[in-house]
């Protein structure tokens, strides 16, 4: 949901739902709610608030509990530790809230309407086969990657998570945007080609665009870039920023399967076998690195492209338990 995962907007959303907000509380909380997607997930989190059967102001029946501890912390002695000790269950009542909100928010994307959950992961790759949404979008799994969306999917919100690499083709609809949600970010299209590479060991998010419009940006809407055909960007979650990035003719091959080389340089070489491929490829002893390689790869073979470099840069590979080490004397 758009800039609602902030704890400012997720307090303001408490205090609504208690019927705590004060006047200046109620503007800046109208403002937010006027964006359609904003107000599309308040309706959903407010089904769900009145399906737990919470009272107005009773967010976890747990306030009764507030009130004693606060008669025992008033028969402490010193002023100031009453403060201190008050301080902090404020802002553990609010955490607490904050986290609740969370949980139902997460609980009405997937639920309001009985819906079910669908898991697909790929334990190859599934260039092949993609796997068709109820929208009619398709979704081509790398190796190891995870999708999950609701079985309702398409009808009010086409809302997917993605663990890993994936390329889509959306299916365009102008009334309910696709939004992919991952760990540190989302990306955001109405339809268009793209590929999303969010593994949960990298700390960045990948986007590169095919065809149409994509917006890439961190969970909170805070750093946002456009992204149109032919141009790539990425978000960096240790500086919480999207950037746009050099656009890799290679960064499909996973998925087109073919890669190309133009005066390509070692180490590049080896990084694009290791995604293309899922492998891992060591440098080794020798004067490789001093190599350069033009070559097209089509129906891509790790072991052909291999003995390609054998002959052409006088390179040797040798297969490990891990995966591949090149050495030799090189050009």
């Not at 704890?7 to 019927?19: A, F, G, M, V, Y």
């Not at 709610?33 to 967010?59: P, Y």
């Not at 609980?107 to 079910?116: E, H, L, N, T």
Request: charged share 25%; proline share 2%.
């Amino acid at each position: 949901m758009e800039k609602l995962k902030d704890d400012r907007s997720w307090l303001l959303i408490t205090k609504h739902l208690s019927n705590e907000l004060d006047e200046a509380e109620k503007a800046e909380f109208s403002e937010w709610a006027k964006n359609e997607v904003n107000q599309q997930e308040l309706e959903r989190v407010e089904k769900i608030w009145d399906l737990s059967s919470q009272k107005e102001g009773q967010l976890f029946d747990t306030d009764n509990g507030w009130d004693k501890m606060d008669r025992r912390i008033a028969n402490d002695s010193g002023n100031i530790q009453l403060t201190r000790k008050r301080f902090f269950i404020s802002v553990v009542r609010i955490a607490a809230s904050i986290l609740f909100l969370m949980t139902l928010a997460f609980a009405a994307r997937y639920f309001i309407s009985g819906s079910k959950l669908t898991k697909v992961t790929a334990t190859e790759k599934m260039v092949a086969t993609p796997v068709v949404l109820p929208d009619n979008s398709k979704v081509y799994l790398n190796a190891g990657s995870t999708i999950i969306y609701p079985k309702n999917f398409g009808n009010s919100s086409r809302d997917i998570e993605l663990k890993g690499e994936a390329f889509f083709e959306v299916a365009r609809n102008e009334k309910v945007p696709f939004i992919i949600h991952t760990p540190n970010a989302q990306v955001r299209v109405l339809g268009t080609s793209f590929n999303v590479n969010a593994y949960h060991a990298s700390d960045s998010v990948q986007v590169i665009v095919q065809s149409g419009t994509v917006e890439l940006s961190d969970n909170n809407k805070l750093s946002v870039i456009q992204l149109t055909k032919g141009t790539s960007g990425v978000y960096y979650s240790n500086i919480r920023q999207t950037q746009y990035t050099p656009h890799d003719i290679n960064g499909l091959a996973w998925y087109s399967n073919s890669i190309t080389f133009k005066g390509s340089s070692i180490p590049y070489v080896v990084k694009t076998l290791e995604h293309a491929f899922d492998k891992k490829i060591e440098i080794g002893t020798g004067n490789i690195l001093n190599c350069k390689l033009d070559a097209d790869f089509k129906d891509m073979d790790l072991n052909k492209i291999l003995e390609s470099l054998k002959k052409s840069l006088n390179i040797e590979y040798k297969q490990t338990s891990n995966g591949y080490v090149l050495s030799g004397p090189g050009c």
